[in-house]
């Protein structure tokens, strides 16, 4: 079973917009057993659109599309999806319905024709309700091929996705088994794995495929396996895993399954009752935010000081200046002083500090471009390394939160 | 001149990576007046990655492929390439080279056979050096079509884009002028819009595009125009608005190509000599993250208050515990006061707090999941207002964060 996604829209093709929809839907077709076999996104062009649900249908059995559904003169997906399964649209009275509550509840204002107009529906489709806009999915199917076509703004995509979409085709098609398992290692490059591990890749079963995906000082080594026997796939999953996990041993940090570095740091801090609080300058919160865009980080994070200006890490942090001075801003000896201080500040068990310089000009700091010194306070210790992270501001960003992670995921596993 | 993008990985197929290659890629092109013609997602797979070239040839001038040149097994486009080119990889000494001093500056072991490996490429490919990476981006011609195929990590990918992919075809061929220009409106929603606009939209000329691209509280509306005569477009695209900007001077806030609202609120700040601070609760560092992922905030931007628990707003804070109980945590009487404090131990001039609950469950607070109340301290005053922003994490965050930066940016474009 494969499907097509299609993304419409003029602002991806111009660079405008980044297709976090077709990396959700993939997902979510993967986690039921629908392979993706092409992901194409298109303009907002009508013969376009035309050629690529055409070429879509002789490749795969599922074409899901997004996007172009809202109000506005831009918006051609309806009528042109219209157009290919040569039919006629009329006004589904519960879409109405729907489009009346929202604008009651949210809106508050009377519906003009554009917001009317989107109760209209090709007379094929079977509608998928949208709890969260006025633009319905809708369903359509031909030649034992199915089409879906979707809003292309996130959260509603989304909810279709979940809610209609997904138990409709787990309900509709007999499907297989496909297992993903991802091990996150930390703190060795690409080839370096590779080589650690090649007699254990050689010798995989050919049902599973092996790949790397590397990024600023994290590779992710993903399994993945399909078949029809799922008894079969997951047994011999775990068996290969664990002939690697010695190997690995000193590098692993968790499945990406399970969660991201920060979600494993989370449930594992929880589950031992401490709490964590952190100091950042050059990660300038992202530490932070990265924390708490996940749910449930309120039961161990307290919380950040950003001390971005050197004054900031006097005045709220109370770092000693005389000590800024004799080792300078971006120095282990000042991330621990906040890594010490950020801990007693706001109570915590656990820290993390980081100072440094992102660039791409050397700011408060009289130390290259690129170095920074990241520090954890544990509930009895304190220490801090100092890094070379390169010249390209985000990638020295996300190196430093990554790394600080990998620090701190080493220090409460230990304790 | 059309181009059609073509990333391959299994990584983008099961959802495990979202590609952000292609929008650089689509952006960097359409800045010199190429149009891309279409996106395209494909495995790791031989045939399908043959089929995908040989479509993108019968469509378009320009192919930029991107990953699959990795050293390890998954690997397989560069043999891909040199079999549609029906080629031989040959052994590129300054590639050779370059892996070498790479490896003597960074990775400090000897080479492996694998990493010597990534110095052959296909004979007739003219060599795009990487600064960054060990696998050279690879420049092919063919009936007249271009092909680049350039290693899929993204610092990796962009250095080649901008430094060698751009200032090639900007030398090999004559472009035609595009231009985007973007109005950032905030406050008001897609439809109300449209209907505000509508006789204005309608009085466009054929070669200017408009869309609406909408998100979380905010509305980008892009106009678009390509052709030969750059004084025409540039002259039009002014007119036009000017002519729409009374109509939305109320929810005007910039244009995008100038960046974002938190890139237009620093420069403004920078420009007054004045400075900001943020008190973060349910928006969890994300303010600060925003602002300091862009270079140069170290001028305005001196820091932040993650308080996340409840805790933390009184330890560190200063917020008056009694105001909590009377009020609740998440309150505008709160708000102001965090703002006010945060203002005050950062000592600048303005601020911004936010306090709420982002759900899915109540947390700390005793408020309904959505509730979010936002401050903004300015020099002479101080004021919060509260608001309902649903029931989705995500979104309650980033609906948080922009109307967070809507409401400054109307203070400081006032003061």
Redesign the interface.
């Known amino acids: 079973m494969q499907a097509e996604i299609i993304t419409i829209g003029?602002?991806?093709?111009?660079?405008?917009?980044?297709?976090?929809n077709?990396?959700?839907?993939?997902?979510?077709?993967?986690k039921i057993g629908v392979?993706?076999?092409?992901?194409?996104?298109?303009?907002?062009d009508k013969s376009?659109i035309l050629k690529?649900i055409e070429e879509a249908e002789n490749n795969v059995d599922i074409i899901i599309i997004t996007g172009g559904l809202?109000?506005?003169?831009?918006d051609i997906t309806k009528t042109t999806i219209v157009e290919y399964f040569d039919d006629v649209l009329v006004q589904d009275t519960a879409v109405l319905r729907n489009i009346e509550s929202l604008w009651e509840k949210y809106?508050k204002?009377s519906l003009?024709q554009?917001?009317i107009d989107q109760a209209l529906v090709p007379s094929k489709a079977t509608v998928l309700m949208n709890r969260f806009g006025?633009a319905p999915g809708m369903w359509l199917e031909k030649n034992n091929k199915v089409f879906v076509s979707l809003p292309g703004?996130p959260?509603e995509m989304r909810a279709l996705i979940n809610d209609a979409v997904v138990p409709k085709i787990q309900k509709q098609f007999e499907l297989p088994f496909i297992m993903?398992k991802?091990l996150l290692v930390y703190g060795i490059?690409?080839?370096?794995l590779?080589?650690k591990i090649e007699d254990w890749?050689d010798s995989l079963p050919q049902f599973i495929?092996?790949?790397?995906?590397?990024?600023l000082g994290k590779v992710?080594l993903?399994l993945?396996a399909i078949g029809k026997d799922k008894q079969t796939i997951v047994s011999e999953m775990d068996k290969q895993i664990k002939q690697l996990m010695p190997q690995i041993k000193d590098v692993f940090v968790g499945f990406?399954e399970d969660g991201s570095i920060e979600v494993l740091i989370g449930k594992q801090l929880a589950a031992m009752g401490k709490t964590l609080?952190?100091a950042?300058s050059c990660t300038?919160?992202?530490?932070?935010?990265r924390?708490?865009?996940n749910?449930?980080?309120?039961v161990f994070?307290?919380?950040?000081?950003?001390?971005?200006?050197t004054?900031?890490k006097v005045?709220?942090l109370n770092v000693d200046n005389d000590l800024i001075e004799e080792y300078s801003v971006v120095s282990v000896q000042v991330a621990e002083e906040m890594a010490k201080n950020v801990q007693k500040?706001?109570?915590t068990d656990f820290a993390i500090a980081t100072t440094g310089n992102?660039?791409?000009?050397k700011?408060?700091a009289d130390v290259e471009v690129g170095t920074v010194c990241i520090a954890i306070a544990t509930p009895t210790n304190v220490y801090a390394q100092e890094f070379q992270m390169g010249n390209?501001?985000?990638?020295v960003?996300n190196k430093a939160v990554n790394k600080a992670f990998e620090m701190l995921q080493k220090e409460i596993f230990k304790n």
Request: proline residues 3%.
């Open positions: 003029d602002e991806i093709l111009i660079g405008q917009v980044v297709d976090t077709s990396t959700f839907i993939a997902k979510a077709l993967n392979s993706v076999y092409q992901i194409t996104s298109i303009q907002d376009h690529a809202g109000p506005t003169k831009d809106i204002q003009s554009v917001n006025s703004v959260f993903h991802t490059g690409e080839s370096n590779a080589n890749e495929k092996l790949a790397y995906l590397p990024s992710r993903r993945s990406d609080a952190t950042e300038g919160g992202k530490i932070a935010e924390i708490t865009s749910s449930g980080a309120s994070f307290k919380g950040s000081v950003v001390s971005y200006a004054s900031a005045d709220v500040l706001f109570k992102a660039g791409p000009t700011g408060d390209h501001r985000t990638k960003i």
